[in-house]
């Protein structure tokens, strides 16, 4: 009789807290050493290396040519490395950013949030402000405007986490980021993959200079990073 070898066990996944917001179902569970977040069942972001996120940020900023002390809006805290990369950057004034999840508010802020030590220099940071708020309410009542629009809250335009944030992509509300924009900022939306959709969408929005920075990935599709300036 031959034994057979057990194979590879699945990575163990540990649901570090489960929530029920407003939006839905919001989850931080470890797996195979990482922290994800997922949304109403969508894996959304995950700790593993954070360079798409990071890419969203630098490339808004050199897209500014130049511009002294701009500010920016993070459109969602997530894991925080793009809040990270903006607050290691001092040529940043500003860094405001906009979450609507509560829970993950708390794994950040909260004093064994197990999201907080990779954010917690950042959001110490004097130009840090951190606003609990909807992004796509946010960005039509507020009269503040910023050099750099840094959106990541979905898996990207045509891949949203709830149905509410589809507006965001429509010609209304690249309307609402157009005015939220001072003359020839920057809007940078992340993606999991390349829209030629919404680069048409842009364009016909307004918005100049459009295009997409890849970001390779073990498996699949390149993320990606739409870039487009606003009018001056």
């Known amino acids: 009789m031959r034994l057979t070898q057990p194979g590879p066990q699945p990575p163990e996944s540990v649901v570090l807290d489960r929530r029920e917001g407003p939006h839905g179902e919001v989850v931080l569970r470890r797996q195979d050493g990482l922290l994800q977040i997922i949304a109403n069942g969508c894996f959304l972001m995950d700790t593993s290396?954070?360079?798409?996120?990071?890419l969203l940020v630098r490339a808004a900023l050199a897209a500014l040519d130049g511009r002294e002390h701009p500010s920016v809006l993070i459109g969602g805290l997530g894991v925080g490395y793009s809040l990270a990369e903006a607050a290691a950057e001092p040529r940043w004034g500003g860094i405001t950013v906009v979450e609507r999840e509560q829970a993950v508010i708390d794994w950040h802020t909260a004093e064994d949030g197990p999201l907080g030590p990779l954010s917690a220099g950042a959001r110490a940071d004097g130009r840090t402000s951190l606003v609990a708020a909807d992004l796509n309410v946010h960005l039509r009542t507020s009269t503040t405007r910023y050099d750099?629009?840094?959106?990541?809250?979905?898996?990207g335009p045509g891949w949203t986490v709830t149905a509410d944030n589809d507006s965001l992509y429509s010609p209304a509300g690249l309307a609402a980021c157009r005015e939220r924009l001072t003359p020839g900022g920057v809007l940078a939306v992340w993606s999991a993959q390349p829209s030629e959709t919404f680069e048409e969408t842009l364009r016909n929005?307004?918005?100049?200079q459009v295009r997409t920075d890849q970001v390779a990935v073990a498996?699949?599709?390149?993320?990606v990073v739409h870039l487009a300036v606003g009018p001056s």
């Open 219 to 223: 498996r699949g599709v390149p993320d």
């Open 148 to 155: 750099a629009l840094c959106l990541d809250i979905d898996n």
């Open 205 to 208: 929005s307004g918005f100049t």
């Open 49 to 54: 290396d954070g360079r798409s996120e990071r």
